[in-house]
């Protein structure tokens, strides 16, 4: 999704009945700007909250557990990524115009 926004309510229904699971509002334009400038890279979404209508949104303490907790398995993962992880050839096409 376009951001950095909240979605409405609407829009978290619309894209649960899409079988979306995850609604990031910011990593794309990132990877596109860098794949444009021909760096490798990958995306990795660590969800920390419940964007659905039906589930009530969880307050400023709740919020910041998650937070939390959430950074706590980013950092797990991305360790486990560089300590494991072979490299990746950069196979995408750049089409570059002067």
Known sequence: M???RTK???E???LASTGAQVNSMSVAPELVIA???GIPCAALVVGHKLSHPDHPAPDRTG???S????RAEQLAVVEHFLASAPAVPFANTLFRFS
Not at 67 to 70: A, D, F, V, Y
């Open 2 to 4: 376009p951001g950095p």
């Open 8 to 10: 409405t309510p609407a």
């Open 12 to 14: 978290n229904r619309w």
């Open 35 to 37: 794949n444009e400038l």
């Open 63 to 65: 919020i910041a557990e």
């Open 67 to 70: 937070l939390e907790r959430s």
